[in-house]
Nanobody, 120 residues
Framework: QVRLVESGGGLVQAGGSLRLSCAASGIIFSINKWGWYRQAPGKQRDLVASITNGDDRPNYADSVNGRVTISKDDETSTVFLQINNLKPEDTAVYYC?????????????WGQGTLVTVSS
């Protein structure tokens, strides 16, 4: 079973930056795609950014494009999300998701989420 654990959320003032991390654990043979989603109170969960193995061009939501960078460390099975110039509308629970292949076969696992609160 593949488990994802996010960290790095917190309270930050508008204009500040945060770096979220998400580490995968388990017997993982490969992770083909990582993604970061966020869900604000009362709203649906939306994609923020994703990155696919073998593709040098990450995908970013229009709402964060230019302020967000997704990166990964294959050695440690960790994905990062750097968010700059945070705005109050970035307040949400941020979730990571990983898709790949483990000892149990193909998997798609979600983390428990990390809360980001941006004060104005």
């Amino acid at each position: 079973q593949v488990r994802l654990v996010e960290s790095g959320g917190g309270l930050v003032q508008a204009g500040g930056s945060l770096r979220l991390s998400c580490a995968a654990s388990g017997i993982i043979f490969s992770i083909n795609k990582w993604g970061w989603y966020r869900q604000a109170p009362g709203k649906q969960r939306d994609l923020v950014a994703s990155i696919t193995n073998g593709d040098d061009r990450p995908n970013y939501a229009d709402s964060v494009n230019g302020r967000v960078t997704i990166s990964k460390d294959d050695e440690t099975s960790t994905v990062f999300l750097q968010i700059n110039n945070l705005k109050p509308e970035d307040t949400a629970v941020y979730y990571c998701v990983a898709r790949g292949y483990s000892d149990s076969g193909n998997f798609a696992s979600w983390g428990q989420g990390t809360l980001v609160t941006v004060s104005s």
